[in-house]
């Protein structure tokens, strides 16, 4: 992983004196003695937690760049390209309902090449329906994966959560 936490840092974080090297030993810098097997053992099991939550950080990350990708993503309805993503489902409900207050009997969506369609307003919301329900799936699909993410317990089971 890009942040990789080092087992010096990880022992000196736990007891608070510098380690060098003597040798083929490490010290206190202070006091010159050999560190302790149960310090090492203590920094062992921080460096992995830490390198746990590095990898936890880094995958929920990529989840996010990739959900940022997917729900943008154009949605072929009856042979339409309609942009995807919230702010679309917001957009298209916001101009059925403009249009069902006005009393009009249809609404004009515009699909991803910016061309006007004239639609029912039943065909107008069947449209913002299917937008807003692939969001929602999207949506769902990355709540999930950050789920997994933060209950998985190494990193192998992190690499294998992806999108």
């Not at 003695?33 to 460096?47: H, Q, T």
């Not at 298209?92 to 029912?120: C, P």
């Not at 949506?139 to 993410?149: N, T």
Request: hydrophobic residues 40%; glycine residues 6%.
């Amino acid at each position: 992983m890009a942040n990789e936490v080092s087992l010096i840092d990880c022992i000196e974080q736990e007891t608070g004196k510098q380690i060098v090297m003597r040798g083929d030993i490490y010290v206190y810098f202070d006091t010159k003695k050999d560190v302790e097997a149960e310090i090492i053992e203590k920094a062992i099991i921080l460096k992995g937690e830490k390198d746990l939550k590095n990898a936890k950080d880094e995958r929920n990350n990529e989840i996010k760049k990739s959900f940022a990708e997917e729900e943008k993503q154009n949605i072929l309805i009856d042979g339409v390209d309609y942009q995807g993503g919230y702010d679309s489902a917001i957009k298209l409900d916001s101009a059925k309902r403009l249009s069902e207050s006005a009393g009009l009997e249809t609404v004009t969506f515009y699909d991803a090449k910016n061309i006007g369609h004239d639609l029912s307003l039943v065909d107008a919301n069947n449209i913002m329906l299917q937008v807003a329900g692939k969001y929602q799936n999207d949506f769902k699909k990355l709540q999930s994966l950050k789920v997994l993410v933060d209950s998985a317990k190494t990193i192998k089971e992190v690499e294998l959560i992806v999108w």
